[in-house]
């Protein structure tokens, strides 16, 4: 009995105009997120069918389900389509299962087929009350739901669902530059932003010395789990203490933050041209912390043109956990080292600050050639998807 992986599409089938173009994304996130196993994968306007090899489906539905824009999939047994051939399979399938209750759903997604949906499940369901014992249709509340599909070369037979990861592939959007800090909420922003089919690159702002090596592992680390979803992230890591020594040096304290987050996003303008990024992706929260209310943010935002999307800006921090729990994220985020913002941080950073005072606190230091030299000489790590190691390839 041959079985393949039957994936539903979800939420590409709104995208009628861009419809080819999602699904040829995501046939090759799916061909590449499992060029590693003995696969072959097909694709139609509405199904994905991948055929494997059965000591790997439980490694295979692991990668699956890290895979943006699938809604669903199931593990389908494939028959010809004819009548005799369907009600065989089926006879030989329900043998091998224990249940009391079913309910037969039919699709016929080929309507030259000569027998109707409803008159399918009819047939299906004598069949099964024939050659199983003991067992009764249940339309309401049935313990085993027996799907059949039918479509114009093959059909497929399945009593299971698996909820996919959702969203849309990556890919289907051009690049945002993630500001991924050690923290709890900016790998969640990530993931977030990839689910809507945004890649992204990584950036790290550093401090050496004030932050350690292993605040940079910890960042790192992340950039990992965050590589689960794609293959491979781009984290770049930029030199940060020139710019935040000066600005402490020479700011009113009140606007240090203020300030090194204007320098922050001014940089990220810059990379996001370097490396063709259209957004900058972050971990900002409406209110969670001075430089997050609403006046810091006009503020800050003020020094770039460039798309900036918050994906956690309206979510309780409690929500964020729960996400970066469920991603694994949390138990690395919530590793004591410290971050540059954490160790700069003023006792009574400003929370309505204003853009006149901003830009005067800017002219009493020389920044542009600073962020150009930042921009310059910006470190760029790959790291590839969790079981391999990630390797300084630029
Ligand atoms: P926490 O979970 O503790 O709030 P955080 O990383 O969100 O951690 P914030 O001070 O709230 O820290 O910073 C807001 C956002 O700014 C972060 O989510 C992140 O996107 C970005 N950011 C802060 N510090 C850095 C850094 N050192 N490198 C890159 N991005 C940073
Ligand atoms: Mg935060």
């Known amino acids: 009995m041959k079985r393949v992986i039957l994936i539903k599409y979800g939420e590409l089938s709104t995208k009628k105009g861009n419809r080819n173009f999602f699904i040829n994304t995501l046939y090759h996130n799916v061909k590449n997120k499992l060029k590693n196993f003995n696969v072959s994968i097909f694709r139609d306007r509405s199904r994905m069918y991948i055929e494997f090899q059965d000591s790997d489906l439980e490694d295979i539905k692991k990668k699956l389900d890290c895979i943006f824009g699938i809604h669903m999939y199931h593990i389908a047994y494939i028959v010809d389509t004819n009548i005799d051939s369907i009600k065989d399979l089926l006879i030989q399938l329900v043998q091998n299962l224990s249940f009391n209750t079913f309910k037969v759903e039919t699709k016929r997604s080929d309507k030259t087929f000569p027998i109707h949906s409803q008159e399918m499940n009819h047939i299906l369901g004598g069949v099964v009350l024939k050659n199983k014992r003991n067992v009764f249709v249940d339309v309401h509340n049935p313990e085993l739901f027996i799907k059949l599909e039918i479509r114009e070369e093959h059909s497929y037979i399945y009593f299971n669902a698996y909820s996919g990861a959702g969203g849309y592939p990556i890919g289907t959007q051009p690049k945002g530059l ?40 910890k960042v790192i680390e992340l950039s990992k789990k965050l590589a689960q979803y794609t293959n491979e992230i781009h984290l770049h890591i930029v030199n940060f203490t020139p710019i935040q020594e000066e600005i402490y040096k020479n700011c009113h304290p009140t606007y240090c933050i203020t300030i090194m987050r204007r320098m922050m996003y001014r940089i990220m303008e810059k990379l996001a041209d370097k490396y063709h990024g259209l957004a900058i992706v972050n971990g900002e929260s409406v209110g969670q912390v001075a430089s997050q209310t609403l006046t810091s943010m006009r503020v800050i935002n003020e020094v770039t043109s460039m798309p900036v999307l918050r994906p956690v800006a309206c979510f309780d921090k409690l929500e964020i956990i729960d996400l970066a729990k469920k991603i694994n994220t949390y138990d690395i985020s919530i590793l004591p080292y410290e971050d540059c913002c954490t160790v700069f941080v003023p006792k009574h950073p400003v929370i309505n600050p204003s853009l006149e005072q901003a830009i005067k606190e800017e002219e009493k230091f020389n920044f542009s050639d600073m962020i150009d030299m930042a921009v310059e000489k910006v470190d760029t790590i790959v790291v590839v998807d969790e079981e391999k190691e990630f390797s300084d390839l630029l």
């Open 178 to 217: 993630l500001m991924l800090s050690g923290g709890i909420d900016s790998p969640v922003a990530g993931y977030l932003a990839m689910k809507r089919g945004v890649p992204i690159d990584c950036v790290y702002f550093e401090a050496i010395p004030h932050t350690s090596l292993d605040a940079r592992n």
